[in-house]
């Protein structure tokens, strides 16, 4: 029996810990703030989306950075094994769209109180309100660690379960980057990502609070194809946020901090240009003799139609039938190409996951133990792992808090 450290009660820390536990294991889990699971809390808008029900391709293509090392982890504790896990704790599941699954009840709380109940079955030690300050090692062996009040604790096997640095109210501050890098690991270049992105032209703000269904969304550098998907989008404050945005991020954030990228919005992808132009033709049509501004209504909905126009460069008191087929073609194109210049993304405070983290290729992927630190072991968001939305994100904290929590000897 070994006595185990778990720094961090999140998703990952919090399976880590039982499983070790389960493993006979004594298991003492520190967690800064006054309870566990301060982000699962707010995870899928307070519903949790606990894991994804796809079969496994799934699971590794929404994987963005380094699906190939998740390979043993997913594999020993897959999704099914996730959902049964926590069926097994009372919590009953659903699938929803997109084989997202959450809990029956729509809340969060249920899966917190789940994992709370089976850490103190198992007689886990979890102290609350308790922060670590530092990781210590000795001939490459993890010994223990020190508390921020200045008590050490020593322990013969440690799990990092510290999160990444998004949303940092939730408690997660990089604590991990930092003792990974002081015991000799490598951190990767960090930056948020599942974030929303600013626009630099007017009219994003002009059109704040517009969602949009059923659009296409392009982004490029230059003229080179960097992401293209089908789906949901929303106008912000600042630019453009919703699913496909928030996607996006995660493939095209690392280029967003170093150069303007554009987003082009196909506002009818289900037409080709020339079934457009039929249709816009018609519409022009039936409104005639009146001028162009009143002849859009049923192409857009009503915040989009004034910028439309005025993008357009068609006089909005013009006469539809004054309206030259080559100015009817550029209209189309338009709607077909609606233009909008990327400048940044969001700050962390909106970043559903920390891109980059503690470097995979210092740690095992059949264990998650360090390869630098014997008995240190790396799970969850800290680690250089994120994922797409749809419950992916969770499935990697609780397979490789699995990994690390059974791999303890
Ligand atoms: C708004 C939002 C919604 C999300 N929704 C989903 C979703 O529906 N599905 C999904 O799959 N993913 C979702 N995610 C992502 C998911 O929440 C994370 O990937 C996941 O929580 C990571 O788990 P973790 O255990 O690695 O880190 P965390 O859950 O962040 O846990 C880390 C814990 O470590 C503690 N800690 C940190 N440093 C110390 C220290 N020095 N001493 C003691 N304790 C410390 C923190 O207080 C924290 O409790 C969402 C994220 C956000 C921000």
């Known amino acids: 029996m070994s006595k185990v450290i778990v720094i961090g009660g999140g998703a990952a820390g919090a399976v880590a810990a039982i499983f070790a536990a389960r493993n006979g294991h004594r298991v003492e889990l520190f967690e800064k703030n006054e309870k566990i699971g301060k982000k699962l809390f707010i995870t899928g808008k307070g519903r949790c989306n606990v894991t994804n029900a796809g079969d496994m391709d799934a699971l590794f293509d929404a994987v963005k950075s380094n699906p190939k090392f998740l390979y043993s982890a997913f594999y020993s504790f897959t999704n099914e094994q996730a959902m049964d896990f926590f069926e097994e704790l009372g919590v009953r599941l659903k699938v929803e769209r997109g084989n997202r699954v959450f809990p029956e009840s729509d809340h969060s709380s249920d899966i917190i109180h789940a994992l709370k109940h089976e850490l103190e079955r198992l007689g886990v030690e979890i102290h609350f309100c308790t922060e670590v300050k530092d990781v210590l090692v000795e001939h490459e062996k993890f010994t223990g660690v020190v508390l921020k009040n200045g008590k050490k604790v020593s322990g013969d096997a440690c799990v990092v379960a510290t999160g990444g640095i998004s949303y940092a109210s939730t408690g997660s501050t990089g604590d991990g980057y930092r003792f990974a890098e002081k015991t000799g690991h490598k951190v990767t270049e960090l930056y948020p990502s599942l974030v929303p992105m600013e626009v630099k032209e007017w009219y994003a703000k002009e059109l704040q609070g517009l969602s949009l269904r059923n659009v296409r969304g392009t982004i490029l550098d230059g003229k080179k194809k960097l992401y293209d998907e089908f789906g949901e989008m929303l106008f912000t404050h600042y630019g453009v946020s919703g699913p496909i945005i928030i996607s996006a991020s995660s493939v095209v954030g690392k280029k967003l901090q170093d150069k303007e990228l554009t987003l082009q919005i196909d506002l009818k992808p289900a037409l080709s240009r020339e079934q457009l132009d039929q249709r816009v033709l018609r519409d022009f049509e039936e409104n005639k003799n009146k001028q162009f501004k009143n002849a ?70 059949g264990t998650m133990e360090s390869k630098k630190v014997s008995g240190l072991y790396f799970a969850g968001e800290v680690l250089d792992l994120d994922a797409l939305t749809g419950g992916f994100n969770l499935q990697i904290a609780w397979s490789t808090g699995y990994l690390a929590g059974i791999s303890i000897q």
């Not at 009503?302 to 993008?311: G, R, S």
């Not at 210049?341 to 980059?356: D, F, M």
């Open 296 to 365: 859009v209504d049923k192409l857009f909905p009503a915040k989009l139609k004034p910028i439309m126009i005025e993008l357009s460069g068609i006089s909005p008191e013009k006469k539809v039938n004054e309206i030259s087929k080559e100015e009817r073609l550029c209209f189309v194109d338009l709607i077909k190409n609606f233009k909008m210049t990327l400048t940044g993304l969001r700050s962390y405070n909106e970043a559903i996951i920390t891109k980059g983290g503690v470097s995979v290729k210092d740690i095992d992927p």
